[in-house]
Nanobody
Framework: QVQLVESGGGLVQAGDSLRLSCAAS?????????MGWFRQAPGKGREFVAA????????SYADSMRGRFTISRDNAKRTVYLQMNSLRPEDTAVYYC??????????????????WGQGTQVTVSS
């Protein structure tokens, strides 16, 4: 089993930055998993944000986040990060991290991820 706990969300103004963290725990060797970030705004479906392979050799981003968001990981700390710059009001959502047993892929499909955190709220005011 894997437990994922997100942190770092909050209320910021447009143009500000935030760094989200996702700490993994459990007996599973999480460093072999690919990790992803998704978000869900009120009344909308879960949206892919970014993903990173087990060794950070591969990353993928949603088009609207590319160049503003950066995903990274520190396997020694069992933590994945999402650095978000130039935040916009439309980035307001609950942000979730997820773990995929297939460590080599960086899927945009939420259905392939095996474990999910509880989410952290990000609110961007205009």
């Amino acid at each position: 089993q894997v437990q994922l706990v997100e942190s770092g969300g909050g209320l910021v103004q447009a143009g500000d930055s935030l760094r989200l963290s996702c700490a993994a725990s459990g007996r599973t060797f999480i460093s072999t998993y690919a990790m992803g970030w998704f978000r869900q705004a009120p009344g909308k479906g879960r949206e892919f944000v970014a993903a990173i392979s087990w060794n950070a050799g591969s990353t993928s981003y949603a088009d609207s986040m590319r160049g503003r968001f950066t995903i990274s990981r520190d396997n020694a700390k069992r933590t994945v990060y999402l650095q978000m710059n130039s935040l916009r009001p439309e980035d307001t959502a609950v942000y979730y991290c997820a773990a995929d047993r297939n460590g080599g892929r960086t899927s945009k499909m939420h259905s392939v991820y095996d474990y999910w955190g509880q989410g952290t709220q990000v609110t961007v005011s205009s």
